[in-house]
Nanobody
C-alpha cells in the first residue's frame, strides 16, 4: 500500500524556519515526481513546490520562490521542504504528493497530476 507521511510542522514566529519531511512506504520514490501543496482554511489547495524524479528540475510557486527549497533523497525514500523567512500567509496544512512519471525530468504544479497524497502537517506562522 502506497503511503506518504509528512512531519516537521509546527508553530513558528514570522521570519523563522521549518523543515518538512515526507517519508514514503510501500513504494519507491525513484519513479515519481514529487510535490508539496498547501491548503489554508477556506481556500483551495495550492501548489508550493515540485521536484523531478532525480532532482534535476525544481519549480516553485511565486509566493515561496527564494524562501523555500525542495529536495529529495531517493536512497532514503524521502522528500523535504526547507522553509525560511516564513510569513503569516504561509500558515496552512502542507501536503506531500507523488506523481508517477516516465520522464526523469518532469515536474508538475497541477493537483490532479498527483496520484498519492499524505495526510498533511500543520504549519502555523504567528507571533
Amino acid at each position: 500500500q502506497l503511503q506518504l507521511v509528512e512531519s516537521g510542522g509546527g508553530l513558528v514566529q514570522p521570519g523563522g524556519s521549518l523543515r518538512l519531511s515526507c517519508a514514503a512506504s510501500g513504494f519507491t520514490l525513484d519513479y515519481y515526481a514529487m510535490g508539496w501543496f498547501r491548503q489554508a482554511p477556506g481556500k483551495e489547495r495550492e501548489f508550493v513546490a515540485t521536484i523531478s524524479r532525480i532532482g534535476v528540475n525544481t519549480y516553485y510557486a511565486d509566493s515561496v520562490k527564494g524562501r523555500f527549497t525542495i529536495s529529495r533523497d531517493n536512497a532514503k525514500n524521502t522528500v523535504n521542504l526547507q522553509m525560511s523567512s516564513l510569513k503569516p500567509e504561509d500558515t496552512a496544512v502542507y501536503y506531500c504528493a507523488a506523481s508517477a512519471s516516465r520522464s526523469a525530468l518532469r515536474v508538475s504544479n497541477v493537483v490532479t497530476d498527483y496520484d498519492s497524497w499524505g495526510q498533511g502537517t500543520q504549519v502555523t506562522v504567528s507571533s
